[in-house]
């Protein structure tokens, strides 16, 4: 399975760590991709990453991860000015098209909103941007996770590591998803809205 992350500056480190090593640890590669070419990607709270390259939808993901970050804010750097440049937008429509199942953790749900991908379709999001999701058209439901087929949200921050193990559930096994909950002694919260 090929799944890859698109990392911006501004992103925030816990929407998109927290599924990272969710998934690492039952085994899973991820790849980190810029959304531009760059050597370094730094996140809201200055951690730097050094992503394996930049991201395109003829990378053929399998699954492509989407953090938040900056948004409620709208801070200089992070996911609401990404939408305002374009670019991620065309990423993430072009990602999906190409048959890539997408994963956001809180407000990064907003970016495949405002790309018009959840147009009458279930979502999650950061509890302060509930009001922008269903202006994208989207039905919200009050879910750590949404499983809505190819399209995958999670709510705000620590709803990382829900997300990842339910996308361990899914890709892997239940019994691959209980051992890694166990190894990272974090209990699912909520449920998974499917």
């Given amino acids: ?27 899973l590669s991820v790849e980190t991709h810029s959304l531009y070419q760059q050597d370094v990607v730094t996140a809201a709270y200055g951690s730097k990453l050094v992503p394996d390259g ?29 939408v305002q440049k374009g670019t991620i937008l065309d990423v993430v429509k072009a990602s999906h098209a190409a048959g890539t199942v997408i994963a956001t953790v809180c407000t990064g749900s907003l970016v495949l909103g405002k790309a018009g991908l959840l147009k009458g379709r279930k979502a999650t999001t950061n509890h302060g941007a509930v009001k922008e999701l269903i202006d994208c058209g989207s039905k919200y439901i009050a879910a750590r996770v949404v499983d809505d087929g190819d ?38 919260r909520g449920i998974v809205h499917r």
């Fill in 151 to 188: 399209i995958i949200t999670a709510a705000g921050i620590t709803a990382s590591l829900d997300l990842g193990l339910w996308l361990v559930e899914r890709f892997v096994s239940q019994q691959a998803a209980q051992a890694v909950s166990a190894g990272l002694e974090f209990e699912r």
């Fill in 54 to 82: 930049a991201y395109s939808a003829d990378l053929n993901s399998d699954l492509l991860i989407v953090p938040g970050g900056g948004w409620i804010s709208r801070s200089p750097k992070g996911a609401w000015t990404e």
């Fill in 1 to 27: 399975m090929k799944i890859d992350a698109l990392l911006f500056d501004g992103f925030d480190e816990l929407d998109f760590f927290g599924v990272f090593e969710t998934l690492r640890m039952a085994g």
